[in-house]
């Protein structure tokens, strides 16, 4: 009785009004869905994009420090490489007494006689010291020749300054030849301590 009386009333409700009244259910429908079941999945979406976007930040960084940390690596292996090759133009200072003893070699391959070769008091530069070598040999002037020409091919640096040749007698072609050699290595921090501490006493 009660529905059949509720259906008659609703039937009496002109159409328009019905209509009305079933757009507001829809309307109220649609707002306790959105309100119970998008907002909150909209929010979650929301930190959801900001977390992806921050974390593509992240990745975007990420790979550029992986191209620098390439790069920064090349630069580094191209920098021990000229390194090495400065190594062998500038020898540290246990290496010295090698590099001498094949200065004389070179003279002795090239049929000279070393009347002296003496070692003078290293000199202090900005980034190296140099080593210079008072040298007098005999021979005849093509073997002179010879020798400078060997030492300029050694992979140390090793200039020859300082030259002056004369006959050991008059007209002979044995020339006693006087030249300074000079090479050079690189300056360790002993060599800083003693330059500091010579300034010191300078003073």
């Known amino acids: 009785?009660?529905?059949?009386?509720?259906?008659?009333?609703?039937?009496?409700?002109?159409?328009?009004?019905?209509?009305?009244i079933w757009l507001g259910t829809l309307v109220i429908l649609a707002g306790v869905f959105a309100w119970l079941v998008v907002m909150p999945k909209r929010d979650a979406i929301e930190r959801l994009e900001k977390d992806i976007s921050k974390l593509q930040r992240q990745l975007t960084q990420a790979k550029l420090r992986a191209k620098n940390l390439k790069k920064f690596e090349a630069e580094l292996k191209q920098v021990n490489a000229q390194f090495q090759e400065a190594l062998k133009l500038l020898p540290d200072k246990k290496e010295i007494p090698t590099l001498l003893t094949t200065i004389t070699r070179l003279g002795t391959e090239s049929n000279l006689t070393f009347i002296r070769f003496s070692p003078k008091r290293e000199?202090?530069?900005?980034?190296?010291?140099?080593?210079?070598?008072?040298?007098?040999?005999?021979?005849?002037?093509?073997?002179?020749?010879?020798?400078?020409?060997k030492v300029g091919r050694m992979e140390r640096i090793v200039n020859i300054l300082d030259v002056s040749m004369r006959p050991v007698k008059?007209?002979?072609?044995?020339?006693?030849?006087?030249?300074?050699a000079v090479t050079y290595r690189f300056k360790g921090i002993g060599d800083e301590k003693a330059s500091k501490s010579n300034k010191k006493k300078t003073k």
């Open 1 to 20: 009785m009660e529905q059949g009386g509720i259906y008659e009333k609703i039937e009496k409700i002109k159409m328009p009004y019905r209509l009305l």
């Open 123 to 149: 000199r202090a530069k900005d980034f190296y010291m140099e080593i210079p070598v008072d040298i007098e040999v005999r021979g005849k002037y093509h073997d002179v020749a010879v020798f400078f020409d």
């Open 170 to 180: 008059k007209y002979s072609n044995i020339l006693n030849t006087k030249c300074v």
